[in-house]
């Protein structure tokens, strides 16, 4: 049973326009969610956090969104570039804000395209 | 940050043999874990390595079949023994970050035959 779900296998938005990447989580306690970017051939680097007592982080063209009580989080990427073309994977923690001895959960992740 | 060095970055292996990987750390980290994507599923978290002691592993992976090492607080190394074409994966290493999560290596890419 996936514990983290990115529902979506890819998603194609045109520059400049917002990307809404979307995540839902099944295990409540989860008090820390990451986003991950993944190129090819090269490993995930990390893009933007959010701890469970926030509804909102922002950084720069991203910012993510998490609504508890649905165990949902989102995240907006805007204006899109196409540099912004990518895997993002969701990401989720069990008690630490680093992942811990327990590692990370992560999503399938969606394949983000930016066309011209 | 932490940069990580994994090789190697791609290999072809015939089924039976076994394949080692290498995870180089550029500071000292008291864990190291180890993930495998395959082909259209997320990262899955194979085993934790502590310098000193023996590897954690997660529900559905053994020791036999992916024998870590952990000599130094830099360094770690998975083994895929006895290959079989489910094998095929991605397998990355990565180690504790702050708010960061985790630092990752640029993955292993393996495809048995």
């Known amino acids: 049973d996936q514990q983290v779900k990115q529902n979506s296998p890819s998603l194609s938005v045109q520059e400049g326009r917002i990307s809404i990447l979307n995540c839902d989580y099944t295990n409540s306690m989860f008090d820390y969610f990451l986003w991950y970017k993944k190129y090819p051939a090269e490993g995930p680097t990390f893009l933007i956090s959010?701890?469970?007592?926030?509804d909102k982080n922002e950084d720069g063209r991203f910012t993510v969104f998490l609504n508890k009580s649905a165990k949902h989080l989102s995240l907006h990427i805007v204006p899109s570039q196409p540099g912004d073309s990518a895997v993002y994977f969701c990401a989720a923690s069990l008690g630490y804000s680093g992942g811990g001895a327990d590692g990370l959960t992560f999503g399938k992740g969606t394949h983000l395209i930016i066309q011209p | 940050s932490a940069v990580i060095s994994q090789k190697p970055s791609r290999d072809i292996c015939q089924r039976g043999t076994s394949l080692t990987i290498q995870c180089q750390v550029d500071?000292?980290?008291?864990?190291m874990f180890w993930y495998r994507q395959q082909p259209g599923q997320s990262l899955t978290l194979i085993a934790t390595?502590?310098?000193?002691?023996?590897?954690?592993?997660e529900s559905g992976f053994v020791i036999d079949k992916f024998p870590i090492s952990r000599p130094n607080l830099t360094f770690s190394t998975l083994t895929v023994s006895n290959m079989s074409p489910e094998d095929s994966s991605i397998y990355l290493c990565s180690v504790e970050g702050s708010t960061e999560g985790a630092f990752f290596g640029q993955g292993t890419r393996l495809t048995v035959v």
């Open positions: 959010i701890s469970s007592i926030k």
């Open positions: 390595a502590n310098q000193g002691s023996e590897a954690t592993y």
């Open positions: 500071s000292q980290v008291t864990m």
